[in-house]
């Protein structure tokens, strides 16, 4: 019983390290997103990496991809402006 | 004989996402040449049993502490690897397939956490929870191939024939794919009973033939749906043969043999490792400090690996262009460990089959069986661009398994004159 209970606490604070969302971060819900996609001043980036991303079945049309570990290189040569939304999952 | 244990055991890794993926690219890259490999695979594979059933039914004599030494460290150093590195795999990929096809507002990360959690708790309750919860999960992965090899069957039964549009250039390079299909066929002995070779052997077989028609089926089905040549570079492939087979309800069918089939395989996994070594020897064992005999516990050996696991995912090792790498690194090695099997009954020394109706040198069969799998383990390494890292992460893992293991037999078990002389040493295959 004790070693379930360990077990059982120890993943759910893995999984919930990995899975809380940082409060600040700013969102856009999907629906959002569908209704201005066709904006010319919108940038989608597809940041998902290797496995994450080949799969996974489906893939933003038009988005671009790019590494987040390498975000300081691309974000700096990005045109200011435009309006970018980062995708992940 | 359990036959349940064919489907339920041996096909675990057989109809994960990860070889229906591999299937499609072989199939894809092969096209007409694609069910004779298949087929040469599949008879490798029935030698791999053959030997593994003869190395079971040794007598008295069996192959030297060496050769044991070798077995026992490639089985452990395969099972934990790819344990380790396909498990993280499998539960990303599956938290992918139910966040992108059912629940979409669901975290694809907090369903791999809540898989491996609820597996984890299943090993935890039991051998009763984990055979259940295996049967429930092989299925709906059966279930669920059969429906779509039924749709595609019927949509694309008299279509022509899938056309080489390539000559045999991608012939020999994905070979070496097909020798990974069929690995995890020996998992069956974990809960198939049989200590007797005929029962042993008929199980392995059983499971490598039944899984031969219905892989061979499927990837003739995806040849029919698919171009050959978007089959053959997809890593998706499978679900964009379900998709073009059935419609969303194929693609949504094939998403839940994707989680099922993910689940069934993390679960045999983790209970591979969670057992006493592999071809583990009758040995009394002396007495050991209560850190080891803790450490030996199942439940602790599920503790350890499903923490390794969380921590890999929630490191977003799933997500590095490595992991794949690390995948073959350890399915490689479960390749050595087939050649070791063969070498094994070399040294034991077979005799002449007097009873086929071919007389045959008893050596031919583990030669060949031990060229093939080395020789395909060999390819993968040499192929791969991690190939480095892939040799790096075998020796750092193989070296202290071997170590340990060879430590455990030499300070901590019986040797020979402690025990019966008179009392014979059982070769026994499984637990």
């Given at each position: 019983m004790k070693n379930w209970i360990i077990l059982i606490g120890m993943i759910v604070m893995i999984g919930m390290a990995g899975s809380i969302s940082d409060a600040s971060d700013d969102r856009i819900a999907k629906e959002e997103l569908l209704e201005t996609m066709d904006e010319p001043n919108l940038v989608v980036i597809d940041v998902r990496t290797g496995r994450d991303w080949r799969s996974s079945e489906f893939k933003i049309r038009g988005a671009i991809r790019a590494d987040m570990s390498e975000f300081d290189k691309w974000a700096a040569q990005l045109p200011k402006d435009k309006r970018y939304v980062t995708y992940c999952a | 004989?359990?036959?349940?244990?064919?489907?339920?055991?041996?096909?675990?890794?057989?109809?994960?996402?990860?070889?229906?993926?591999?299937?499609?690219?072989?199939?894809?890259?092969?096209?007409?040449?694609?069910?004779?490999?298949?087929?040469?695979?599949?008879?490798?594979?029935?030698?791999?049993?053959?030997?593994?059933?003869?190395?079971?039914?040794?007598?008295?004599?069996?192959?030297?502490?060496?050769?044991?030494?070798?077995?026992?460290?490639?089985?452990?150093?395969?099972?934990?690897?790819?344990?380790?590195?396909?498990?993280?795999?499998?539960?990303?990929?599956?938290?992918?397939?139910?966040?992108?096809?059912?629940?979409?507002?669901?975290?694809?990360f907090a369903f791999a956490f809540v898989l491996l959690g609820v597996l984890a708790l299943v090993h935890l309750l039991g051998q009763k929870a984990v055979r259940w919860t295996q049967t429930a999960l092989s299925v709906i992965v059966l279930s669920g191939l059969s429906v779509l090899l039924a749709m595609g069957v019927w949509r694309y039964m008299g279509a022509p024939p899938a056309v080489v549009q390539k000559p045999m250039a991608a012939l020999p390079s994905s070979m070496a794919g097909v020798a990974l299909i069929f690995i995890g066929f020996d998992l069956v002995l974990d809960h198939g009973c049989c200590s007797r070779s005929?029962?042993?052997?008929?199980?392995?077989?059983?499971?490598?033939?039944?899984?031969?028609?219905?892989?061979?089926?499927?990837?003739?089905?995806?040849?029919?749906?698919?171009?050959?040549?978007?089959?053959?570079?997809?890593?998706?492939?499978?679900?964009?043969?379900?998709?073009?087979?059935?419609?969303?309800?194929?693609?949504?069918?094939?998403?839940?043999?994707?989680?099922?089939?993910?689940?069934?395989?993390?679960?045999?996994?983790?209970?591979?490792?969670?057992?006493?070594?592999f071809l583990s020897a009758d040995r009394p064992l002396t007495l050991r400090p209560l850190w080891m005999r803790r450490l030996e516990r199942p439940a602790s050996r599920i503790i350890i690996a499903a923490l390794v696991i969380g921590w890999m995912m929630a490191g977003g090792v799933a997500g590095t262009e490595i992991i794949d790498s690390y995948v073959r690194a350890g399915l490689l090695v479960w390749l050595l460990f087939y050649a070791a099997i063969h070498i094994a009954l070399l040294s034991h020394g077979l005799p002449v089959r007097r009873k086929s109706p071919v007389i045959w040198p008893g050596w031919l069969r583990p030669v060949a069986g031990a060229t093939a799998m080395t020789g395909s383990s060999v390819a993968l390494l040499v192929t791969d661009p991690e190939m480095a890292s892939m040799g790096g992460l075998i020796l750092i893992v193989l070296l202290p398994v071997t170590a340990a293991l060879w430590a455990k037999g030499r300070w901590f078990t019986a040797s020979d004159s402690e025990r019966n002389p008179a009392e014979p040493r059982p070769f026994r295959l499984n637990r």
């Open positions: - | 004989m359990n036959p349940m244990a064919i489907f339920t055991w041996g096909a675990s890794l057989m109809v994960a996402p990860h070889t229906l993926a591999l299937l499609g690219n072989v199939a894809g890259a092969q096209q007409l040449f694609f069910p004779v490999c298949l087929a040469v695979a599949a008879a490798f594979y029935w030698i791999n049993a053959l030997s593994m059933a003869d190395l079971s039914t040794l007598g008295p004599t069996r192959p030297s502490d060496a050769v044991e030494l070798m077995i026992a460290g490639l089985s452990w150093t395969s099972r934990w690897i790819v344990t380790i590195m396909l498990s993280t795999v499998l539960l990303v990929t599956a938290g992918f397939a139910f966040n992108e096809t059912f629940i979409y507002w669901f975290p694809n005929k029962q042993a052997g008929k199980l392995m077989i059983g499971c490598i033939t039944i899984m031969a028609f219905v892989l061979g089926a499927w990837g003739w089905a995806s040849l029919q749906a698919v171009p050959a040549e978007k089959l053959s570079v997809s890593y998706i492939p499978h679900i964009i043969a379900a998709r073009n087979i059935g419609g969303n309800a194929g693609r949504m069918i094939m998403a839940a043999i994707v989680i099922a089939g993910s689940a069934a395989a993390v679960n045999a996994l983790l209970s591979s490792v969670s057992r006493p070594g």
